[in-house]
Nanobody, 126 residues
């Protein structure tokens, strides 16, 4: 069973930055696609960004493109989400997710991921 552990959330002012980390442990074959999703109170969980280990491609939601950067350290089985120019609407619980074999068209669909972290709160103060 793969385990995902997030860290790095917190409270930040508008325009500030935070970096989230997600460490994966378990089956190495799992490390194919890992992503970040977020869920604000009363809203559905939404895609933020994803990285595919095989080719290193990265993918972003339009709402974060240009402000957030996803990256990965293969040796550490860890991914990061660097969040800059944070806005109040970025406030949410951020979840790390992973799956061993998603096709490209599925990486934005939370239902396709089989492993999830516990979530970390990000609050952007207005």
């Amino acid at each position: 069973q793969v385990q995902l552990v997030e860290s790095g959330g917190g409270l930040v002012q508008i325009g500030g930055s935070l970096r989230l980390s997600c460490a994966a442990s378990g089956r190495s074959s799992y490390r194919y696609t890992m992503g970040w999703f977020r869920q604000a109170p009363g809203k559905e969980r939404e895609f933020v960004a994803a990285i595919r280990w095989g080719g290193g491609s990265t993918h972003y939601a339009d709402s974060v493109k240009g402000r957030f950067t996803i990256s990965g350290d293969n040796a550490k089985s860890t991914i990061y989400l660097q969040m800059n120019s944070l806005k109040p609407e970025d406030t949410a619980v951020y979840y790390c997710a992973g799956d061993s074999g998603l096709i490209l068209s599925s990486i934005r669909d939370a239902r396709q991921y089989d492993s999830w972290g516990q979530g970390t709160q990000v609050t952007v103060a207005s």
